[in-house]
C-alpha cells in the first residue's frame, strides 16, 4: 500500500500530507492576497472619492482660510478611502470563502464520482 521514494525518503501518503498543507498554504495566501488587493483598491477609489467630496465641501465653507480648506479636503479623503478600504477588504474576504466552498463542494463530488 505504501510506495517509498527512494529520492526523499519518504511513503506516498507523507507526500500527499505534505501536497495538501502547501495546497492549503496557496489558498490561505490567495486568501490574503484578495482582502489586500480588495483594501488597496477601496482605499485608492474612497481616496479619491474623498478628494472630490471634500474639494466640494471646502469650496462652499464661507471665509475660511485656505488652511481650513486643505484640511477639511485631506480629512474628508482619508475618512472616505478608510471606510471603501473596510469595506472592500471584507467583501474580498467573503469572496474568497465563496471560491473554497466551491472547491470543496467539487472535491466532494469527484471523490463520490470515483468512488473514494
Not at 23 to 38: L, M
Not at 63 to 88: D, N, P, Y
Request: a positive charge.
Amino acid at each position: 500500500k505504501y510506495i517509498l521514494n527512494i529520492k526523499n525518503n519518504k511513503t506516498m501518503s507523507q507526500q500527499q500530507t505534505s501536497t495538501r498543507g502547501t495546497a492549503a498554504k496557496r489558498r490561505r495566501q490567495g486568501c490574503i492576497n484578495a482582502v489586500t488587493q480588495g483594501a488597496m483598491m477601496g482605499s485608492i477609489i474612497g481616496g479619491l472619492f474623498g478628494a472630490v467630496m471634500g474639494l466640494w465641501q471646502a469650496v462652499k465653507i464661507p471665509e475660511a482660510s485656505s488652511f481650513e480648506r486643505v484640511k477639511v479636503t485631506g480629512r474628508t479623503a482619508i475618512l472616505l478611502g478608510a471606510m471603501f478600504s473596510g469595506i472592500m477588504g471584507v467583501s474580498g474576504l467573503l469572496h474568497c470563502e465563496e471560491d473554497e466552498m466551491k472547491m470543496e463542494r467539487n472535491r466532494r463530488e469527484y471523490c463520490k464520482n470515483i468512488g473514494y
